[in-house]
């Protein structure tokens, strides 16, 4: 929790830096926010994975402090609810797609859905029309996520898994690879989830309809999703995450 309440202070110290030396704004503007979430999950060993896409959306609330010479700068919140997890693709050691035992022409498949809700907590600046323009902006800052549900999608149990290698980029070992997925099939043992984003994006203000925003985020998970330990099977599992979305806030 404390490398949480670094994060925090290291990205809202430029703010608070710039606003006591540039022009003062006390701009406060809210809307709502939506996109899609291209997740992976950065296991240690290795798991094969493709794109696990999942939604994202919630509340957004800007603030805007100060403008230092061309930086219009502003600490924005959001609250959403956003779909993460992964989807693997199962290859044996040959990098040959894994069948199913009793269907040789359908591939085996796994999928772990978890929902969050999170809070990101960013430094947002902007460079461009402050109003009646286009603008480009970067925004920056830790991400809190609090655990809501999951759910797996498998066509196969940990019964039938073959000593093909199953994806894994370890050992061929059958029960360490039974136990990989068992463990995989259950909830994730750590609720909390926190990390890092950064993103790059549009602001159309077109008055007195409001603000409308497009953005390209990545962010990058420091909380593993299951134990860490010697004994359990990943030294690391954390969210790795593209975001797309969109926005649309009005000035109050």
Known sequence: MKKTYALILLCLTPIWTLAQVGEHRNQFAVGFQAGY?????????????????????????????????KTICSIQMEFNYS????????????DNPVHLRDNQEENERFKHNINYFQIPILAHLAWGKEKQGLNFFFNAGPVLGFYLNDKCEANFTHETVNEQGRGYQSDNNIERLKKQLEEKENKPKYKFDYGIAAGLGLELHIKPIGRFQIEGRYYYGLGNLYGDSKTDCFSRSAHQTIILRGAYLIDI
Request: proline share 2%; aromatic share 12%; hydrophobic share 35%.
């Open 83 to 94: 779909q993460l997890g992964w989807k693997e693709d199962i290859r044996d050691a040959s």
């Open 37 to 69: 979430n291209l997740n992976k999950v950065d296991f240690v060993p290795k798991v094969n994975q493709g794109t696990h896409m999942g939604l994202t959306g919630g509340l957004v609330a800007r603030y805007t402090c100060e403008k230092y010479f």
